[in-house]
């Protein structure tokens, strides 16, 4: 890992929460656009269980989604040693940058984060201080690699503002302290929405569950759900305004195959949806056909998967302990 610093790669960073079930959301979103950027870019994947526990989790279920998330990983086609896949607990400078972050993020700035007001509403009866305060954590996350580019979805550009925030604040009133970094927000992909209600981001915590498609559905659940999701009454397939829910099919259907929207038209011009939504359904299905069976394998190989965690903590904990001496000095704490 010294080398990819040598060589002056850029950096990238992003998480995934070990908090659900993952999505063909956040596989088209986040995990399949890191596995391309592995040789250009010297990339950090972390499973971020710190960030999960702002809301109320199952120990036991916890636990076991960490290690699928890796998993995961993995399967998706990242590979542990081109890219660093690490647990986030395993490195204690993410809490420890966390709570200097606090300190320098304001009331004012959180209260403004959506994702926060959508969080609190959903769980009023436990609007913690962790659930407030997650920006900053996830700004340690970024800042302490000095990393270059965060391939997130949509939905995080915000938190991604505020860390870059965060970063020029304390590089104002410190000195050159952190790399300020940029978010990396891939053209299609970038939202992927729910099958039932197409207006709306497919969410794993969605209560309806024909709206996801989970990496880890069968092949005849992911068929029923496309051939259920909510279209139009056009019955030409077509990428156009105010056709959501086709739009969404061709955007998961383009993502899968790589063809262009042009090309899914001529594809089925003069076809209903019907035969449309059972070939998005079986292209899916087979596509994620192959990580299943990776991911199954993994599974049943802890202790492989125990030791990418252990490496990549390591990994991960020289490379931040630079930027924690860094802060710690400037600001003012004795280092002996
Ligand atoms: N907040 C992100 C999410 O909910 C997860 C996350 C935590 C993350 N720390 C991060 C993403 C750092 C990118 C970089 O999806």
Avoid at 48 to 53: A, C, G, T, Y
Avoid at 75 to 100: C, M, R, Y
Avoid at 135 to 158: E, F, H, N, R, S
Wanted: proline share 3%; hydrophobic share 40%; glycine share 6%.
């Amino acid at each position: 890992m010294e080398n990819n610093q040598t060589e002056a790669k850029k950096v990238i960073f992003s998480g995934v929460q070990p908090s659900g079930l993952l999505t063909i959301g956040n596989y088209l979103g986040a995990i399949k656009n890191w596995v391309s950027l592995a040789d250009e870019y010297d990339c950090i994947y972390c499973v971020v269980d710190l960030h999960s526990i702002t809301v109320r989790q199952v120990p036991a279920e916890l636990r076991r989604r960490i290690y699928e998330t890796l998993a995961v990983y993995i399967a998706a086609g990242i590979d542990p040693e081109k890219s660093t896949l690490f647990v986030q607990s395993h490195n204690p400078a993410h809490a420890e940058l966390g709570w200097v972050l606090d300190c320098h993020t304001q009331f004012g700035e959180l209260s403004r984060m959506t994702q926060f007001k959508d969080k609190s509403a959903k769980h009023a009866d436990n609007i913690n201080a962790g659930l407030f305060t997650y920006p900053a954590l996830m700004a340690a996350d970024i800042l302490l690699y000095q990393t270059d580019l965060v391939p997130v979805g949509l939905d995080q550009k915000q938190h991604i503002e505020l860390a870059r925030d965060i970063a020029v604040r304390f590089n104002g009133i410190y000195g050159d302290t952190f790399k300020v970094p940029e978010g990396f927000i891939p053209q299609t992909g970038a939202k992927i929405a729910s099958l039932s209600d197409p207006t709306r981001k497919m969410s794993k915590s969605d209560p309806n569950a024909n709206g996801y498609v989970a990496i880890l559905d069968k092949k005849d659940d992911i068929i029923r759900k496309f051939k259920r999701a909510v279209t139009d009454s056009e019955a030409v397939v077509r990428f156009a305004e105010g056709k959501d829910g086709i739009n969404n099919l061709m955007n998961i259907y383009s993502c899968f195959t790589g063809k262009t929207h042009a090309e899914i038209e001529a594809e089925f011009a003069g076809k209903g949806y019907g035969d449309f939504k059972m070939a998005v359904g079986e292209t899916v299905a087979d596509k994620l056909a192959p990580i299943q069976a990776e991911f199954n394998r993994l599974m049943a190989d802890k202790a492989y998967l125990e030791s990418i965690m252990k490496q990549g903590a390591e990994v991960a904990a020289y490379r931040s302990k630079k930027t924690m001496r860094k802060v710690y000095k400037k600001l003012g704490f004795v280092q002996v």
